[in-house]
């Protein structure tokens, strides 16, 4: 990162990279535990514009919150940004990382994996273990005298996600990748030092152990897809890992993907499971805890759908839980204000002018989309959860100034999976409970999470009846 001679570049963003080696970071860290994490953006954007330049976590960066100027970074065409994180997330994640990846092999594994979470075979068969999960973690709230909501639903998407990737089910090794996968996740945002006893060092020893037992899933699993291939038999992708080797079974013209890049990537793909989802369906929580009407509409909308499946011998189908507008409505609301993916970091290869701004060759790149969705230009009263806006709005998928996952070439190919998994919790949840939410804040740094982790106590709907 050069800072001589970017001063002098015509179009360069304005702003200020504070201390030496620190930068503006202690500043943009105390944001983040505060009710308006966005202040620093805020302040930053009325002092030099929408896109500043500021020094942040070790690195001088130019950041955007211009969703036009956004809309071109994740674009990417020609390939003139290549992914950028700190530098905790890349040893952590490693060279082979999706998020590191660029070029034809990241569309190519991006183009596999989103095939198959988009796939319909894959939503119906899905549904059921979804249902299932859910309706087992709702089970036990009956006995339980205070539930810590953020805990509790990691206990139904990261067993949901692993079934997906893997098809691990409940038992020991599902246990042993919950409790590993946790210790690992914890080094993301954290100083990078290596030494014994550092949270990056307990984090990278977590991943090594992780790796482990999923190279030798991966390994099975090829021996197994082999020996029926042998057979002439004919089978349907169950997972991602079937999804992945079978890829390199067929490419005679392609590198086939190597076991441990496979194996890493895996890994990688838990990351919703324990943190973007459960989060989501928390703050889904939170915020119609503190929104009764928002609460009692979508109530009514799900117990309409309820008292139809109940007159019919039709079960639920992934198709019925995301028809029901209001709920989704809610969902996307969430995601808005959860803002649980806060950006993407990108490094610019050669300069280029977006919008009258230059971005210099070897500069990092902060594309906000929390300060997007927190814009009131864009969004009237945006701290205000009011799930009505999007009657106008509609689903705004391919909006960019709605991006909870992302955009261009690397949109969360998750994502209708992470929907569908958020309005199956909403639906069995307003239909069997009522609740009471104890009083909780959101933290946003280093990551979106509860205080106390939404402490509430439920009632079931059996005992108004």
Not at 153 to 175: A, W
Request: aromatic share 8%.
């Amino acid at each position: 990162m050069k800072r001589k001679g970017v001063e002098n570049k015509s179009g360069v963003p304005k702003g200020s990279l504070g201390w030496p080696f620190i930068g503006e970071t202690l500043d943009f860290i105390a944001c983040g535990y505060t009710s308006r994490p966005v202040s620093f953006m805020d302040k930053r954007k009325f002092l030099h514009g929408k896109v500043f330049r500021t020094h942040i976590l070790g690195t001088p960066i130019i950041v955007s919150t211009d969703p036009d100027v956004n809309k071109v970074v994740l674009q990417n065409h020609g390939n003139i940004f290549i992914p950028a994180y700190p530098k905790s997330i890349r040893e952590l994640l490693g060279e082979n990382s999706i998020l590191q990846m660029n070029g034809n092999l990241q569309k190519r594994v991006h183009a596999l994996i989103g095939g198959f979470l988009r796939s319909p075979q894959l939503k119906s068969r899905i549904t059921r273990h979804i249902e299932n999960s859910v309706k087992l973690t709702l089970g036990s709230w009956q006995d339980m005298q205070l539930v810590h909501v953020q805990e509790e639903t990691k206990k139904i998407t990261f067993g949901v996600l692993v079934k997906v990737l893997m098809s691990v089910g409940p038992g020991e090794d599902l246990n042993f990748l919950k409790r590993e996968f946790e210790e690992f996740i914890k080094g993301l945002i954290c100083l990078p030092i290596k030494f014994p006893g550092t949270r990056l060092y307990k984090s990278l020893k977590a991943k090594e152990r992780l790796l482990k037992m999923v190279k030798k899933i991966v390994e099975e699993r090829k021996l197994a897809m082999e020996k029926t291939d042998e057979k002439g038999i004919i089978m349907a992708n169950n997972d991602a890992v079937e999804v992945l080797l079978r890829d390199s079974e067929e490419g005679n013209e392609k590198q086939s993907l190597p076991l441990d890049f496979i194996s890493g990537n895996i890994i990688e793909m838990m990351i919703p499971g324990e943190e973007t989802v459960p989060m989501a369906m928390t703050l889904a929580v939170k915020f119609l805890s503190d929104c009764p009407v928002a609460l009692h509409q979508l109530m009514e909308e799900n117990m309409e759908l309820k008292k139809q499946k109940k007159d019919s011998t039709q079960g639920y189908s992934w198709t019925d839980y995301l028809s029901l507008p209001f709920t989704q409505h809610v969902i996307s609301e969430t995601l808005r204000l959860a803002n649980i993916i806060n950006g993407v970091w990108r490094k610019a290869l050669k300069d280029i002018e977006i919008k009258g701004y230059l971005i210099p060759e070897g500069w990092c790149v902060l594309a906000s989309f929390i300060s997007v969705h927190m814009d009131e230009e864009i969004y009237e009263k945006p701290y205000c959860f009011h799930p009505w806006r999007w009657e106008k709005l509609g689903a705004a998928v391919n909006n960019s100034s709605f991006t909870p996952f992302g955009g261009g070439q690397r949109l969360c190919p998750g994502l209708e999976l992470s929907r569908l998994e958020i309005s199956i919790f909403l639906h069995h949840l307003v239909t069997s409970y009522r609740w009471v939410a104890q009083e909780d804040d959101i933290i946003y740094f280093p990551t979106v999470k509860m205080k106390r982790k939404l402490p509430i106590t439920v009632t079931p709907l059996c005992n108004y009846q």
